[in-house]
């Protein structure tokens, strides 16, 4: 059976666990959504969006310098090569575009380090329709290039100051102006979490990255892959690699979680490898919380995977065993991001090159002809700047 169910679960995960009022946006975003799709008109202009504005099909490349130092083949899925730098652009594409067929004229977002706000605010200049983006104080004066580029595409950027200032309030806050606002705003959710139907919705605008993937390796190779490898921080750019590949059970589905300073501490943001069910933001799923259900503040050097919760297609794909998770700390994606750097010239984001350092931390297990393929999910070019500080090279 196709999941979610028709109450939006995946087994017992997901779900709509939302206030009364949220209830009708969310019914009338369902209906719409699943009306909208079916147009021929609506997958035409998809299409072309993707393929002439964001350069899809972004490449699979085959690593062979890095291939020889793992002893496996491995490939990269440069979600890096799309337009804005990373996988995120598929999503905001697919929801903004909708949002225009739906009739809206303003669309909303949360954003943390700034990559979902740049890439709703990019689409929106693209479409037309006017853009409020919410951020948390903190993480305004943590990213304030990216709150720049925001305001230069037209965008408005909201201050979040309530709670811990940071991405799951900007979430909180974006809910509430939707209860108020949807008959005009549809709501951006960056991630494939959040109430139903935003974890289908959202995976179904980023399986296009394993729909590609599977073609393309099929090609090249003739088979298909022993392993697929992403990180996955509220798991979209993971979920849009696995799914097409969901009935091929020969292939092993990996999720790299954000281990920060290790599992041992509290300084870490790995939801599916140390928290447990719960409700966050709408949904049931792995969340990192106290025996109070209070959330625990997260930490990862990267600012992508820095967040409590988890979509619940995750939640589901590990109780069920289809997929594994693992952590893996800072200072291990630190060595990925100079490793690839400097083996492929390719300098990956810091939240992919977790994705990296789970292959070469593991490389004893694979043989000779095994087949991997990473998610190379964004460029690391707005990390360099981090690092060098982090490292005292500035
Ligand atoms: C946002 C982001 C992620 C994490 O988000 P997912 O929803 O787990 O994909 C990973 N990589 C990059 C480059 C990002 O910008």
């Given at each position: 059976m196709k999941l979610p169910d028709k109450y939006g679960k995946f087994g017992i995960f997901g779900g709509k666990f939302a206030p009364e009022t949220l209830m009708s946006p969310l019914e009338e975003l369902e209906k719409r959504y699943k009306e909208t799709i079916k147009s021929g008109m609506f997958r035409k202009d998809l299409k072309y969006y993707l393929e002439?504005?964001?350069?899809?099909?972004?490449p699979l490349y085959f690593a062979k310098s890095f291939s020889e130092k793992i002893g496996a083949r491995v490939y990269l899925k440069?979600?890096?090569?799309a337009f804005t730098g990373a996988h995120k652009i598929n999503n905001t594409i697919g929801q903004v575009l909708l949002a225009k067929y739906m009739k809206k004229t303003r669309v909303i977002a949360e954003t943390g380090a700034g990559q979902h706000g740049v890439a709703t605010a990019t689409a929106a200049a693209l479409f037309g329709l006017k853009c409020d983006v919410y951020m948390g104080e903190v993480d305004i004066k943590r990213q304030s290039l990216n709150v720049y580029r925001m305001k230069l595409l037209g965008s408005n950027v909201i201050s979040v100051s309530s709670g811990t200032k940071t991405l799951k309030d900007a979430m909180n806050e974006a809910m509430r102006d939707w209860i108020s606002s949807f008959e005009r705003t549809h709501y951006v959710i960056g991630?494939?979490?959040?109430?139903?139907p935003y974890p289908m919705l959202v995976r179904n605008f980023q399986i296009v990255i394993g729909k590609e993937t599977k073609k393309q390796l099929l090609k090249i190779e003739k088979k298909l892959p022993d392993y697929l490898v992403a990180c996955v921080g509220g798991g979209s750019n993971s979920m849009g690699l696995f799914y097409p590949f969901?009935?091929?059970?020969?292939v092993k589905f990996i999720g790299v979680e954000g281990g920060g300073k290790g599992?041992?501490?509290?300084?870490?943001?790995?939801t599916l490898c140390k928290g447990s069910p719960g409700i966050l933001h709408g949904s049931l799923s792995y969340v990192l919380q106290n025996k109070d259900g209070q959330i625990h503040p997260t930490h990862s050097i990267s600012a992508g995977l820095d967040y409590p919760g988890v979509g619940p297609e995750h939640s589901f794909y590990k109780e069920t065993g289809r997929a594994q998770y693992f952590a893996v700390n800072d200072n291990d994606a630190l060595k990925a991001f100079h490793l690839l750097s400097e083996t492929e010239g390719i300098i990956p984001a810091l939240e992919s090159a977790h994705a990296v350092s789970w292959v070469i931390n593991n490389?004893?297990?694979?043989?000779?002809?095994d087949i991997i393929v990473i998610n190379?999910?964004?460029?690391g070019d707005k990390d360099v700047q981090e690092v060098a500080e982090i490292e005292g090279t500035l």
């Open positions: 002439v504005y964001a350069g899809r099909p972004t440069r979600e890096d090569m991630s494939v979490a959040g109430p139903h969901e009935n091929d059970r020969n599992l041992d501490t509290n300084l870490h943001s790995a490389k004893e297990k694979f043989r000779q002809n190379l999910s964004g460029r």
